[in-house]
Nanobody, 119 residues
Framework: QVQLVESGGGLVQAGGSLRLSCTIS????????MGWFRQAPEKEREIVAS????????WHADSVKGRFTVSRDNAKNTVYLQMNSLKPEDTAIYYC????????????WGQGTQVTVSS
């Protein structure tokens, strides 16, 4: 059974930092690309960052570029999202997801972790 478990969310003041973690079990982590998504109240889910299976290529949405950094540790079956200079508009539920390739898309999802940024 595939499981993705996010952690690290919480309440932080604007300008602060959080690091989200997503640990995966039940699949060969090292061959899956990983993505971080978020969904704010009454808004559609959006992709925030992604990273290839080997970690060689990382992508960040314009809204978080320069503030968020995605990384992974294949030895620990874990992907991270370091979030700095947080803004109130970053408030959302953050989800990690795994995909075998771009054609198939993201197949597996975590349950989400709440990030709340106060002004």
């Amino acid at each position: 059974q595939v499981q993705l478990v996010e952690s690290g969310g919480g309440l932080v003041q604007a300008g602060g930092s959080l690091r989200l973690s997503c640990t995966i079990s039940g699949l060969t982590f090292g061959v899956y690309g990983m993505g971080w998504f978020r969904q704010a109240p009454e808004k559609e889910r959006e992709i925030v960052a992604s990273i290839t299976w080997g970690g060689g290529v990382a992508w960040h949405a314009d809204s978080v570029k320069g503030r968020f950094t995605v990384s992974r540790d294949n030895a620990k079956n874990t992907v991270y999202l370091q979030m700095n200079s947080l803004k109130p508009e970053d408030t959302a539920i953050y989800y990690c997801a795994a995909r075998r390739n771009a054609v198939i898309g993201y197949q597996y999802w975590g349950q989400g972790t709440q990030v709340t940024v106060s002004s």
